[in-house]
């Protein structure tokens, strides 16, 4: 009977870690990132950088380590802040399920071994991976309560994950790479706009104004549809020719473009209706919008 006790009291306790470390690392957002990084490696491999699955997985562990720890310094330092808000409130470090010394414990773990796992696969893997951290931590997370501006800071952290896939394949970053990161940067506006809208209200509690005015206002609505004309464009650059080896098909850019028109289509729903489910709604669709579009790269890639 003792034996069967301790056996249960060791499965939860097994549990409660699992489900302490998904939460402390913001296990769906780190997967998202993580994917894009996948996606950005098959898009780099060719016959002259052939497909690794060793440095797919590689990639892919060490990429989850360096989003994850990010995300545990942020809820270190944002602790106090995340404890005013209902969205945050229940987090391991504010909820105090996680000390924030064994937080910090676990940040350094993780920033760790993703800078050693990325850099076996090669040193500007593992420095982007490294600048990533930096900037989302030192940079965005304290100008957060300070300026809108920290959005366009938390940009560029947000948008390395897409090109630090060609980057590995590669070893190299030129203008495959950088148009690569310059979807991400201006997919992040009018996402990250979409949240501090629908969320404006919990933000302001910690005094977090991440709309470019402040204000839940027709400047910042045509600002998000501006942003999302700017990362159509930039998603239909490959098509060009002018993006050395990353190239897209006419059939497959006439379907980024209608993937994009949808987007905007929802941006402009926010212009006209100015609330939060509007704003919601945009949030989901960008969330869509960036997932297919990188599938679409793809597979336009190994079709064609």
Sequence with gaps: MKITLDASEKTVSVKTLFADFTAITKARLAISVVFSSMAGYLLGV?????????????????GYCMVGASNVFNQIIEKDLDSLMDRTKNRP?????????????????????????????NPKTAMFGAISIFLYTSIYTPLKTKTPLAVFVGAFPGAIPFMLGWVAATNNFGIEAGTLFMIQFFWQFPHFW????????????????????????KKTALYTILYTIWLILASLLPVTGLTGELKLSYVS????????????VYAVKLYNKMDGPAARKLMLVSVSYISL????????????
């Design 46 to 62: 060719s016959d002259e950088y052939p497909f690794s699955w060793v440095t797919f997985m590689l990639l892919g562990i060490g």
């Design 93 to 121: 470090v504010p909820s105090g399920k996680i000390s924030v010394k064994n937080a910090f414990y676990v940040g350094c773990a993780l920033t760790v071994a993703g800078i050693a796992i990325l850099y076996s696969i």
């Design 194 to 217: 979409a949240i501090g809208w629908f969320l404006y209200d919990d933000y302001k509690k910690a005094g977090f104004f991440m709309l470019p005015t402040r204000k839940k206002d």
């Design 253 to 264: 850019a006439v379907v980024v473009l209608l993937v994009g028109i949808w987007m905007l």
């Design 293 to 304: 579009l990188q599938v679409i790269y793809v597979l336009d890639k190994f079709i064609r």
